[in-house]
């Protein structure tokens, strides 16, 4: 008897641990119709809505994304609602002209004023948003623009006590004093904390997916150079988070693949400052691309690009639950994108659900 029982228990432990996408990186996907689409405004018509960023407090998701219209070709939008299906009819509001205007007002004044704030063209895009719980503050790291830079697209932050007023956000400023002198390219700027240190990660378009680091008490300043942690086929909208009650991390990097497709790869470490390993991170094993993903109704994406995971709180730790995987992303058909130029290509937002 106790022969069967230990065999019963070896052999249900097996099948967990074959069932378990973090050990195998096999992945499979549901998907369902577009929860967001771009909003119809007369005054500016606009082509998408993409490079989603979510978090859920006080009873409601709280959505920033970037959109790309007939006379702005880079705006952040916010919208609010308690449900998904509420999604599509929440009002939107688009952040620009308050960030563009805004004061530091609430920032640490001496060290805003010391790093600067750019002098920005209403170039806005590529939003993360969260909690940081030592200053009792929500964060927003996104991307300005300032020629007058080495590389003109700069990541930048800004600050607000509430994260249901659109417009109480302050105005941007720069997370570094000057360009970093080893870095010729970056893009997709994304921030995770432990209990430590703040971990900036970012892509360069070219098969390079670095970090940088500050201590906590330093925050939002105080990086240091940073560093190549990762090279392969990987393009850019890194998102790195921690799993929920394991010992170890996840970063999603997008790719490109045939026929230019979008699609994402997955690559765990066990600490942020740590070596990154493939987990399902080719073409062949993705952790989310037209292979692995299933539509419940008539397909609508052949890309599955810039997607923020839907988090388990809203704070700097970023974790996500491992056993209940969402990956909120933008995508489009193929046909909807074939010869328009990226600007105009129609993204839409949808939700991606881990398969049982």
Known sequence: MKSILLLTAFASATISSAADPFLTGDFRWRAGDPVLSPAERTNDRCFSVKDPTIVFSGGRWHLFSTIRSVRSTHQIEYCSFTDWPMAAASERHILDGSLAHATN???????????????????????????????????????????????????VFSTSTNIAAPHSWTGPSFL???????????????????DTRAHLFFTSNNGKFWRAETKLAEFPYGWTRPEVVLRGDIFEASHTYGLKGREQFLTIIEAIGERGRRYYKAYTADRLDGKWEPLAASAEKPFASPRNVQFTGTPWSDSFSHGEMLRTGA?????IDPENLVLLYQGVRDGRRAGKPYGEIPWELGLLRLSP
């Open 176 to 194: 570094y004093p000057a360009h970093p002198d080893n870095v010729e390219s970056w893009i997709d700027f994304w921030v995770i904390c432990d």
């Open 315 to 319: 704070d700097q730790r970023m974790e």
């Open 105 to 155: 007002r609430g920032m640490e004044g001496s060290a805003a004023g010391r790093i600067g704030r750019p002098a920005t063209n209403g170039y806005f895009c590529a939003p993360q948003v969260f909690w940081f719980e030592p200053h009792h503050k929500w964060y927003m790291i996104y991307q300005a623009n300032d020629k007058s830079r080495k590389v003109a697209l700069q990541p």
